[in-house]
Structure formats: structure tokens, C-alpha cells
């Protein structure tokens, strides 16, 4: 199979990544940063994988995912892609930042950019091939998970970050973070229902990778938190439940990517299994209006072609 996996340069993405170079699949890496990249493929090459290619990609900047959508179409050689992993994903604590487009950089990078690569490469993902989004737990406000409530009341204000202004910067950056992995789960939701009818046979999903201590999440606390997030988790993640390592959740998510765990499409999957996900994900009305909002940031039609 052939896969492409955003942010797979460290933490999950690149474990996922070196899980599937073991199981011998063809990979495409797509990084932000060109030289990481590379470093990664380097990293990978003695694992097994069939092929291993490195795109620049930062998936927060729309022109670029639309260059890289363009830029793959017109290589003939490279051939379908089986699945695409949207794990690429940011939780800045500090004053609000805005993309080149002005768009909030969080629900850029979690959500927004995903949804663009994700609708640019439907043309070339092949029959039966899935799309996971890399969600979390922390969109659901009654799991305790430590974090505040998602806001979706104002789509736009959302994409903006006018709607958060009122916090302090940490605050608000924890809820733009967790408003980013509500929109994955309804992302992957409204997806899956518009692929319904794919002769081909497509399909999306949210995906919870639990709490994994040891990634670069938490790059952006303070330094007791991170010390706390690179020692203390580590050994609650054999007490407390959905805390993970990361290679336990790469395994699952390699798993969910190339069919090796089912789950009807649409499904949103924690721990390695089928969960509910929050009510607010369950809003149908709620999921259109995203993915309209999305579409006319993205500059794409709202309807979705899945001619074969």
C-alpha cells in the first residue's frame, strides 16, 4: 500500500511512519520542515519500506496544500494513494497567531488544512482507500481530560480567533485546541456520510490516540508541565486509562490506515476501538455548516464529486 502521513517527521506521525516501513508499504512524508524530513526518510530507510518520498508541506498554509495537491496529481509515476493520515497538528499556548491567509493557526493546521489535502487527493486515492483525521479525546467535554470545552457556536469567529480573544493566552489556546479536534471528528463524520454513495468505496475517520507523554505536544507549556509531561505520564500511562505510548497508538493508528482494524466509515475510534464520540459531534447540522465554512476558506465547491 501506498500511504501519506502529515507531520511524520517526530512523535506519532514518524512511529506510524516506521511502523508501516516495517510492514513494507510505500510511504510519502509529508513535512513541514523539507530538512527534517529528510532526516527522517534516513531514519525510516533501513526499516523496509518499499518506497519512502519527502514533500515540503506545511498543511497551516492553504496556497501550499493546494501547490502539493497540483504537484502530486501531475506525477504520474507516483501512482494512487491507499490511505492519507492527517496527523499533522499544533497546540500553541501563547498570543493568537493567524496564517498567511489570516486564518487562526490552530484550527489552520489541526482542521482546516487537513480538510483541503483530504478533498485535493480524494481524486487519487484509490478504491477502498481511507482517510483518518488524528483527533482526541478532548473534544468531548465529558471525558475529564483536563481541558476546556470546545467552542463552536461561531464558525467563523473560530477560523479567525476573534471568538477566543477574551481568554487569557493559555486558556484560549487550550480551547482552540480542543475546538480543532471537535472539527476533526465532524470533519471525518460529514466525509464519511458524502462518501456514502463513492462506487469506489472510500471512507473516513476520526481517530483518538489517547494521551501519549513524550511527544512534542507539550512543547509549548511552561517547564513544570513539561517536565511533568516527559516523567510523570510516562509511568501513569499503566494506571491510568487512555494514556498511551506512542508505539502502542501508532500501532492502532497503522492498523485503522490500512484496514488491519475495521470500523465502519464515519466512525470515530479511541483506544483501538469504536467509541462514542461528544454530542456536539453527533450534530449533523452543525458538521454541514463546518464543512460549508471550510469549503469557501478552502476556495472549493461544497459539493463533493465522487464519480469513479
Known amino acids: 500500500m501506498r500511504l501519506l502521513i502529515t507531520g511524520a517527521t517526530r512523535g506519532l506521525g514518524f512511529e506510524t511512519a516506521r511502523i508501516l516501513a516495517q510492514r513494507g508499504h510505500s510511504l510519502i512524508l509529508a513535512c513541514r520542515n523539507k530538512t527534517s524530513g529528510d532526516h527522517a526518510k534516513d531514519a525510516l530507510a533501513r526499516e523496509g519500506a518499499a518506497e519512502l518520498r519527502v514533500i515540503e508541506l506545511d498543511v497551516a ?10 504537484a502530486l496529481g501531475a506525477t504520474e509515476a507516483l501512482g494512487p494513494i491507499d490511505a492519507l493520515i492527517c496527523n499533522a497538528g499544533v497546540q500553541l499556548l501563547g498570543e ?29 486515492l484509490a478504491a477502498g482507500g481511507r482517510i483518518v483525521f488524528v483527533s482526541s479525546n478532548t473534544h468531548d467535554p465529558e471525558r475529564w481530560t483536563g481541558m476546556p470545552a470546545p467552542k463552536l457556536d461561531d464558525l467563523r469567529g473560530v ?8 481568554e487569557p493566552p493559555a486558556a484560549a489556546g487550550r480551547r482552540r485546541y480542543t475546538t480543532s479536534k471537535l472539527c476533526n471528528v465532524l470533519c471525518a463524520r460529514e466525509l464519511a456520510r458524502r462518501l456514502a454513495s463513492d462506487p469506489r468505496g472510500r471512507s ?52 485503522l490506515a490500512t484496514g488491519a482494524l475495521d470500523a465502519p466509515s464515519g466512525a470515530y475510534l ?36 465522487v464519480n469513479p
Request: proline share 5%; charged share 20%; aromatic share 6%.
Open 270 to 305: 479511541s483506544c483501538g476501538r469504536v467509541t462514542p464520540s461528544s454530542k456536539q459531534s453527533l450534530d449533523d447540522d452543525l458538521a454541514r455548516r463546518l464543512w460549508a465554512l471550510s469549503s469557501e476558506l478552502s476556495g472549493l465547491p461544497e459539493s463533493l464529486s
Open 204 to 255: 473516513a475517520y476520526a481517530f483518538d490516540p489517547g494521551l501519549m507523554p513524550a511527544t512534542g505536544l507539550a512543547r509549548d507549556y511552561g517547564p513544570v508541565s513539561r517536565w511533568l509531561w516527559h516523567n510523570l505520564l510516562p509511568v501513569a500511562a499503566k494506571l491510568v486509562p487512555n494514556v498511551n505510548d506512542v508505539q502502542t497508538s501508532a500501532r492502532r493508528l497503522a492498523d
Open 96 to 124: 493568537l497567531t493567524r496564517t498567511a491567509q489570516g486564518l487562526e493557526q490552530t484550527f489552520a493546521t489541526n482542521h482546516l488544512g487537513h480538510f483541503c489535502l483530504a478533498r485535493g487527493l480524494l481524486g487519487s
Open 159 to 166: 477560523a479567525e480567533g476573534s471568538c477566543f480573544i477574551d
Open 61 to 70: 498554509d492553504l496556497d501550499a496544500v493546494s501547490r502539493t495537491v497540483a
